[in-house]
């Protein structure tokens, strides 16, 4: 497995493998690193993907961190970190420096307008626009023809689909389901950060997941009233700190009144100093 550092490296290779014998196209899994088995299921799925050549990322991107968040401390493991994606199929890492993303004296970025003021974006301005940003350099410097993302970030989804069709990229932008630990805990990267009884109020932001579609699939389609489930749920660990409780349309990330099929659900919360986010895709 090669492991590039250049854009130009990146496209010499993309380009390779669209001209060999069986003209192979790209497929593009961008990650921040500190990888785990929900990464590999993403890779895997890229790999699978046939006829396609994989290529993994691994950036973590200064400009979507805002000013008093993680950036400095975000879990760096770049050895293990190509181990997996070697492991699960990747045909080769890009693994670029800031410098060489962001060029001294550049200007450019992406900002999809609305989208990026919801959800997460209304909690953290600017993380989107950092999301779209990069992605949009990385769709473009692999000349991707797939990219795989997971649905644990649906709102970062809804952002880039919304870009890659208003850009005209001509990317696929393709969703894996969300990879659970065995006691329900949605795999993060951030989840290193918990301590033992953090990580243990952690669960309650699956037992919310768990209870709103219960109550969908019972034939509940009020959002009022499975938002007020949510939140009783949420209370049974009072340390946890609510970001936002939401359904909305998955598209728009607008708020819905009523729930139908495709209702994306979303949570976010603060576990002592830790941010995790969850959600679940109604009917």
């Known amino acids: 497995m090669q492991i590039l550092t250049t854009v130009k490296e990146l496209r010499a290779w993309s380009r390779a493998q669209r001209c060999g014998a069986n003209g192979e196209g790209i497929a593009l899994v961008p990650t921040m690193g500190a990888l785990h088995a929900g990464h590999a299921s993403l890779i895997r799925a890229a790999a699978e993907a046939r006829p396609a050549r994989v290529a993994a990322t691994i950036f973590v991107n200064p400009t979507q961190f805002g000013p008093n968040e993680d950036y400095a401390r975000y879990p760096r493991t770049f050895k293990a970190d190509c181990a997996l994606a070697e492991r699960e199929g990747a045909t080769v890492i890009f693994a670029p420096s800031v410098e060489e993303m962001y060029p001294a004296g550049g200007s450019t970025f992406v900002e999809v307008e609305g989208l990026s003021d919801r959800l997460d974006g209304q909690s953290r301005p600017g993380h989107f626009r950092g999301v779209a940003t990069v992605v949009a350099k990385l769709m473009i410097a692999a000349e991707a023809d797939l990219a795989f993302f997971g649905q644990k970030d649906a709102a970062q989804v809804a952002v880039l689909r919304r870009m890659v069709a208003d850009l005209r990229l001509g990317t696929t932008i393709l969703v894996c389901p969300i990879v659970r630990e065995a006691d329900g805990l949605a795999l993060s990267s951030r989840n290193a950060y918990l301590g033992p009884g953090e990580r243990k109020q952690a669960l309650v932001l699956s037992r919310v997941i768990r209870r709103v579609e219960a109550l969908a699939a019972g034939g509940e389609r009020t ?30 990330l607008w708020p819905v009144l009523t729930v139908g099929p495709g209702t994306l659900f979303a949570i976010a919360a603060w576990v002592g100093g830790t941010r995790l986010i969850d959600n679940t895709v109604i009917g």
Not at 227 to 249: F, G, M, T
Request: no cysteine; aromatic share 6%.
């Open 223 to 252: 959002s009022s009233s499975l938002i007020d489930a949510a939140h009783r749920v949420l209370a049974e660990e009072p340390e946890v700190r609510v970001d936002y409780i939401e359904l909305v349309d998955w598209e728009t």
